[in-house]
């Protein structure tokens, strides 16, 4: 999960494709609380209840009867547990005492193209809660079952109620029709994105979904006229240009439904994680991302991607740190055998192999430098006179010049600066040079110095001497484009 949710991209359309659920969660809310007030009036008319009538006695255990499927849990001595408590002297299945609630809990049965979700609703609540009536059309799960408002049902909960109500199928005839339709791919493509378990959304794919929604919004027959529908249009189109104003409380529950599903996918190795671990670098980025954002109410979609891009920079870097420290600890203590392979998020075997095989390569350039580098000749005429470079070696006076302009005259420029260190020749701040030229007359020592670089800082820098290409020349005027000069005097 870690590698793929550092790239910035597929985060944010992830985000954004729970930014759009929720612009059309909010788009649809008014038409599925109309039609459930419908239900809920049609229910007392066709039994000839008074509106004004309402019963909060009823149980869900004793207005359903046993067994009743998607309820019912069988015990020991398959006695059934979810009646085991209901009321002394009741049984199970009984009318209601105001010849209210067994007509709702009938009515529900004939609405429901399938099996009604029992377990989530309270039937003390049907007559005043219009939840109530909803969880009995959401998957048959227990996430539902603390909803106090429509608002507290999720997307996928919305998906499911206009798929199973079949008052649906004659409001949204064009996109219900099919048992396998524009609504039930809809919902196969939402549970797809929420548990992706990398928190990776491509942009082709957002677009798709983005489209898909606009288009269930925009159904003639039922949403088409409807002022809060067409506005979550707007706001979806805007989302896909990039051009929509988040609100944050909407983007909070995106980051944590993200962080649901991290500790979700990390739950098998909880017990490896500590305040090293890798693992914890994806929860980290969910709560920085808050924590920019807790004292606003809304920001642009702009800012949010200058937001996240900064804070995964940081967790990439401190990534690459934790990395580098566990694979030397584990150099070091020599326990390698004692970590799962990807305990750390990364592969660990591969990052030892890795390691092992610069510091070889290391100590064999060195050898080679040493034995091809090492020494100087005396005089060009007596070639078996050489002598050990270090021996012989003076350390000039140098002096530096960074040029970007190609047109430049690096011997007319004013700013050249002295160099005291090694790390000063191949680093611009905290970035290495690609190139770096030796100018000096004949004579002066190049060819000494390259060597003595070569023999000195590739021992604790062998990354930079495979990056940095060493030039030497006297003739400025044939250099076209490069980094950095080093001018040798005496």
Partial sequence: ?????????????????????????????????????????????????????????????????????????????????????????????????????????????????????????????????????????????????????????????????????????????????????????????????????????????????????????????????????????????????NEITVHVEDLNKALETAGEEIDSSTGKEKEMQNKEDAMQIPRKLINDIKSEVANKETLPLAQLDYIVTIKLQALIKMKEEIKSEVVDEILRKGIANDFPQQAYGFDILSCLKYKRLCKRLRHDLVKFYKRSQGTLPISPLVIENDVPLEEVYVQPTIRSIEITNAFLDANNASSKNEICSYKDIFFSGKQPYTEVYVIAKAGIGKTSFVKKVCLTWCQAHLPVIKAAMFYQTEDLTSLKMFDFIVFLYL
Wanted: glycine share 4%.
């Fill in 1 to 241: 999960m870690m590698d793929s949710l550092l790239k910035k991209d597929g985060f944010l359309n992830w985000m954004k494709s729970h930014m759009a659920m929720n612009l059309t969660k909010q788009g649809i809310e008014s038409t599925l609380e109309d039609d459930l007030n419908k239900f809920i009036q049609t229910a007392l008319t066709k039994h000839k209840i008074n509106k004004s009538s309402i019963c909060n006695s009823c149980t869900t255990e004793l207005i359903l009867s046993c067994p009743t499927k998607n309820f019912c849990d069988k015990g020991r001595q398959n006695r059934c547990v979810s009646h085991s408590s209901t009321i002394q002297g009741e049984v199970p299945g009984r009318k209601c005492a105001k010849d209210i609630c067994h007509h709702i809990r009938d009515e529900i049965r004939k609405q429901h193209r399938q099996i009604p979700n029992w377990k989530s609703t309270d039937a003390t609540r049907w007559c005043t809660d219009l939840v109530e009536i909803a969880k009995c059309f959401v998957p048959p799960t227990n996430r539902y079952r603390n909803a106090k408002s429509l608002k507290d049902v999720d997307f996928n909960g919305y998906l499911s109620i206009l798929i199973c109500k079949k008052s649906f199928g004659r409001t949204m005839p064009n996109l219900l029709r099919e048992k396998v339709n524009k609504v039930t791919k809809m919902r196969d493509m939402g549970n797809d994105i929420r548990h992706s378990g990398d928190l990776i959304v491509s942009r082709t794919n957002l677009e798709t979904y983005i489209d898909s929604l606009i288009s269930l919004l925009s159904d003639a027959e039922c949403l088409a006229h409807n002022e809060t529908a067409q506005e979550a249009v707007k706001q979806l189109n805007l989302l896909k240009k």
